[in-house]
């Protein structure tokens, strides 16, 4: 069983800047692609930013290029979020995503942490 334990959120004016954090711990196998997620009130769960486990980004929403960037320390098990030139758009619920083989190698599994808030005032 693996646990995501995200952190870094709070309450930032627009163009401030935060880094979430994403500390996965456990057993297991591997961890494979790893990613962040937001929701925002009313609206759908939606990939902000995803990357490999050989530390390479995948994927970044559009809305994000250039002021996010995703970067992992697979040493530690931990993936981050730098946010710059946060808009109030980027108000949201911060999920920390990993897709992990378990111990014995047989079948991978989608995990989740429990969200970290971050709200960003106009």
């Known amino acids: 069983q693996v646990q995501l334990v995200e952190s870094g959120g709070g309450l930032v004016q627009a163009g401030g800047s935060l880094r979430l954090s994403c500390a996965a711990s456990?057993?297991?196998?591997?961890?494979?692609?790893m990613g962040w997620y937001r929701q925002a009130p009313g609206k759908q769960r939606e990939l902000v930013a995803g990357?490999?486990?050989?530390?390479?980004?995948?994927y970044y929403k559009d809305s994000v290029k250039g002021r996010f960037t995703i970067s992992r320390d697979n040493a530690k098990n931990t993936i981050y979020l730098q946010m710059n030139s946060l808009k109030p758009e980027d108000t949201a619920i911060y999920y920390c995503?990993?897709?992990?083989?378990?111990?014995?190698?047989?079948?991978?599994?989608?995990?989740w942490g429990k969200g970290t808030l971050v709200t960003v005032s106009s």
């Open positions: 995503h990993a897709s992990v083989t378990v111990t014995n190698g047989t079948r991978s599994v989608d995990n």
């Open positions: 456990g057993s297991f196998f591997s961890i494979n692609d």
């Open positions: 990357i490999t486990s050989g530390n390479t980004p995948y």
